[in-house]
């Protein structure tokens, strides 16, 4: 099946699906399974400890388009090495987030590549649009890690109306085929999936984390800012409730200071990735899981390949509702 749209006609893939990059969820092989299904596989070059091992990963990658996620803030003393290889591999997609993404789409555009940036406002894409992305990730509410303060059912719509000419992807909470109907025909051009991704085969990460996300409800999930100082979405674990959702008073001073904002950043980045990574690649009490709200709506785990079969089977069955209606 191909679903066309202007995602779809810029990237070349047959389905509007970003499985989208998550940190150290990610991996090349679930990647190239996604991107083999169809859909973009997409994956975070901090994953790996060093550039080196970053570009290794980067040439695994089966062929297919893909994506890769670059922060580009200044809390990120990796992001011109990691961009140098995104250029030198001529990575098909890049996704910004968390700052100014000039630098990466004039390297980009070089070598033929797209770029695409997390949005949570118009405001900001019209910032990006204007600095030449090819288009914009919409993050709404109910979106693991960094989610926006808008409900999806507005977002896309609002966006579509004042960007009536540019690839949307709807993020946040989209786990099914019916809400990815919906976000299409809200105006969507395609939709980004995570935190279905980590319950598949191809996510290596421990399976207290995949158990937890089967477990979970929406109302499990919580933002805090004490993983990057910035609020993230998080599934509520007694580790999380013992420590708060907040930054302690003093470490909001040194965030908000011209002086030490940026060293206060690199530290936080540094200690919530530090946590992430114990909880998702061993047992431990610590248990910081990031997730969306969508895992609501996961109840298995399987290859990604069947996770998209599934989401395609839902869509068609919505379309074919929405046709009868008519």
Wanted: net charge positive; glycine share 8%; with cysteine.
């Amino acid at each position: 099946m191909r679903i066309e749209t202007e995602m779809t006609r810029l990237l070349g893939c047959r389905l509007p699906i970003i499985a989208g990059p998550m940190f150290l969820v990610s991996t090349p092989e679930l990647v190239s399974a996604v991107s083999g299904a169809g859909g973009v596989g997409a994956m975070p070059s901090l994953n790996w400890r060093t550039t080196e091992l970053f570009d290794a990963a980067v040439q695994s990658v089966a062929a297919g388009p893909f994506a890769i996620n670059l922060i580009v803030n200044a809390s990120n003393t990796r992001m011109q090495a990691d961009l140098d290889v995104c250029v030198r591999r001529r990575v098909p997609l890049v996704i910004t987030s968390l700052g100014n993404p000039k630098k990466v789409i004039d390297a980009m555009h070089a070598v033929g590549s797209k770029v695409f940036c997390d949005v949570t406002t118009l405001a900001y894409a019209e910032k990006v649009l204007g600095l030449g992305a090819d288009g914009v990730i919409a993050v709404s509410q109910g979106a693991g890690g960094h989610a926006g303060p808008v409900s999806p059912l507005v977002l896309i719509p609002y966006l579509r109306r004042n960007l009536p000419k540019v690839p949307i992807i709807a993020a946040g909470g989209i786990a099914t085929g019916q809400q990815m109907a919906a976000m299409l025909l809200l105006g969507a051009s395609g939709v980004q999936i995570g935190t279905r991704f980590i319950a598949s085969t191809e996510a290596e990460v421990n399976q207290a984390y995949k158990d937890a996300i089967l477990r979970a409800e929406p109302e499990d999930i919580v933002m805090t800012t004490r993983i990057s100082g910035t609020p993230a979405a998080v599934i509520k674990t007694p580790f999380i409730e013992q420590q708060g959702l907040d930054l302690s008073f003093i470490e909001k001073k040194l965030l908000a200071h011209p002086r030490t904002k940026k060293i206060a950043k690199m530290v936080r980045m540094m200690l919530g990735s530090r946590l992430l990574e114990q909880a998702s690649t061993k047992p431990t009490w610590k248990t910081v899981w990031s997730a969306g709200q969508g895992v609501g709506l996961i109840d298995s785990i399987l290859p990604c390949s069947e996770i998209i079969e599934q989401i395609m089977r839902e869509y068609e069955s919505s379309a074919m509702i929405a046709i009868q209606k008519e």
